[in-house]
């Protein structure tokens, strides 16, 4: 009776983050058992999508270690970890809402190999992370470029590079998409971002990088460029 409640008193609080709009809600919530959910249409980015993706281009069976950076509402990291269960997900939120939303709903779903950390990820702070297999770092560089730097965001990026054991997935805002406010602060990529992209991950050491697909965003049409990278 005790997990019961328990459990409810977790559903309630959950739905209280969604009825509330606590957070924003660019992920679906990860639901295996078919809850209801107040809201239930919230999120607004393609996230069913890049995970078909990923799972159709890296071997997820030899695979024992996930991370994903700015892990929003852990969906990554709970698809990634049911597709086999000897892989242990992790995911780094800097939002602490969105980071106790995500404890909750592995809570309600008896998770057992995921886990969350509430932190900032900087160029003093990506040093403490662990290596893993694959680690995905999606839609995060240009706010770091924007209110960190270039120079921040680019020593993280190579930190990153010294942690992925095999796969790097990546994906960002770019020039091309006028009109918002870290927009400017992506000259540097100039009318070709893909190029740039691509390029720049190269330099970092990865011997293999594949644009895989593009997807559009919330934000507008431009699609944005979804790369994996091979170590």
């Known amino acids: 009776m005790k997990i019961k409640f328990i459990h409810l008193f977790i559903y309630l609080v959950t739905n209280l983050i969604r009825i509330f709009k606590l957070t924003e809600f660019y992920q679906p919530t990860?639901?295996?058992?078919?809850?209801?959910?107040?809201?239930?249409?919230?999120?607004?980015?393609?996230?069913?999508?890049?995970?078909?993706?990923?799972?159709?281009?890296?071997?997820?069976?030899?695979?024992?270690?996930?991370?994903?950076?700015?892990?929003?509402?852990?969906?990554?990291?709970y698809k990634i970890s049911e597709t086999n269960n000897s892989i242990f997900s992790t995911g780094i939120e800097?939002?602490?809402?969105?980071?106790?939303?995500?404890?909750?709903i592995g809570i309600l779903n008896n998770s057992t190999n995921t886990s969350f950390v509430n932190m900032e990820l900087t160029s003093e702070t990506v040093k403490n992370i662990h290596c893993f297999d694959v680690?995905?770092?999606?839609?995060?560089?240009?706010?770091?470029?924007?209110?960190?730097?270039?120079?921040?965001?680019?020593?993280?990026m190579?930190?990153?590079?010294k942690k992925t054991n095999t796969y790097f997935i990546?994906?960002?805002g770019q020039y091309n998409e006028k009109g918002h406010y870290w927009?400017?602060?992506?000259?540097?990529?100039?009318?070709?971002?893909?190029?740039?992209?691509?390029?720049?991950?190269?330099?970092?050491?990865?011997?293999?990088?594949?644009?895989?697909?593009k997807f559009k965003t919330?934000?507008?049409?431009?699609?944005?460029?979804?790369?994996?990278?091979?170590?």
């Open 170 to 172: 990546f994906e960002t």
């Open 135 to 156: 680690i995905s770092y999606l839609n995060v560089f240009h706010h770091i470029v924007h209110f960190k730097g270039f120079e921040e965001a680019d020593n993280i």
């Open 30 to 77: 990860y639901n295996p058992k078919n809850l209801y959910y107040f809201r239930g249409s919230l999120y607004e980015r393609l996230s069913n999508e890049r995970i078909d993706v990923m799972k159709a281009n890296i071997n997820l069976s030899k695979v024992s270690t996930y991370l994903d950076i700015g892990s929003q509402l852990g969906y990554f990291v």
């Open 158 to 161: 190579n930190v990153l590079y």
């Open 94 to 104: 800097m939002n602490k809402v969105s980071y106790v939303y995500s404890l909750l």
């Open 183 to 213: 927009t400017n602060d992506l000259s540097f990529m100039e009318d070709t971002p893909i190029e740039w992209i691509t390029e720049y991950l190269k330099k970092l050491g990865f011997y293999d990088v594949k644009l895989i697909t």
């Open 218 to 231: 919330h934000l507008g049409e431009v699609e944005r460029g979804f790369f994996i990278c091979t170590k």
